[in-house]
């Protein structure tokens, strides 16, 4: 009976460190870059972006445990709440896990804020996650391992916003080098509180997920 538990605790053991094997080699890089200290949403729109005190954000890149050459790429927008690891995380994994590799900006923590469950109240404008979203973008354009042109942004609620505004071709012009641009936008549950006179989207594809009975 001794022998049998002293088995069962061996193979225990052996998974756990075959677990922690597998979970160190876990691909995870974080990734600083310049957006302004502070901006509004009419401010990006007019073009008023030049000479702006700056502030270094940050943002955590997951790549797959294997890579070869260049490879597509999300960047994960977080909603009030803060990054978690059941939605933004768990993201980065199934995307790793299919070859996609992930982007999360810390659009809260980078700024000193820890605990939060609205974005309002806050200090951080729409207009602010945006530069943190186009940062993105800029900061895996130049990555060796990152398809410049395979680049989506997917984001939750207030982030799920963000996704949406990015596709706006006003918006782009105004934060993006070039012609890059994000190839895809994926808004997860993303409320709908701007209203713009005129549009004129990038016209890449746009899918919104929302709950069924969501009103």
Request: aromatic share 8%; charged share 20%.
């Amino acid at each position: 009976m001794k022998h049998g538990k002293l088995v069962i605790l061996f193979l225990c053991a052996a998974l756990f460190f075959i677990l922690l094997i597998t979970t160190s080699h876990a691909k995870t890089e974080k990734i600083k870059y310049q957006v302004p200290k502070t901006i509004d949403l009419t401010d990006i729109i007019r073009g008023k972006i030049e000479a702006l005190e700056e502030k270094t954000l940050y943002g955590e890149l997951r790549m797959p445990s294997s890579v070869e050459g260049k490879i597509p790429a999300v960047v994960i927008m977080h909603a009030s709440g803060g990054v978690f690891n059941f939605r933004e995380k768990a993201m980065a994994k199934l995307l790793n896990k299919n070859g996609i590799a992930a982007f999360i900006p810390y659009s809260f923590k980078a700024r000193g804020i820890t605990s939060t469950k609205k974005t309002a109240g806050t200090g951080v404008t729409f207009g602010m996650r945006l530069t943190d979203a186009y940062g993105a973008l800029k900061a895996l354009g130049s990555h060796p391992n990152i398809d410049t042109n395979k680049i989506a942004i997917m984001g939750y609620s207030s982030g799920g916003i963000v996704s949406l505004l990015s596709s706006d071709e006003k918006i782009r012009r105004n934060l993006a080098t070039g012609t890059l641009k994000f190839a895809a936008h994926i808004n997860v549950y993303a409320g709908t509180i701007f209203i713009f006179k005129n549009t004129e989207p990038t016209k890449a594809p746009i899918l919104f997920l929302t709950g069924e009975k969501d009103n």
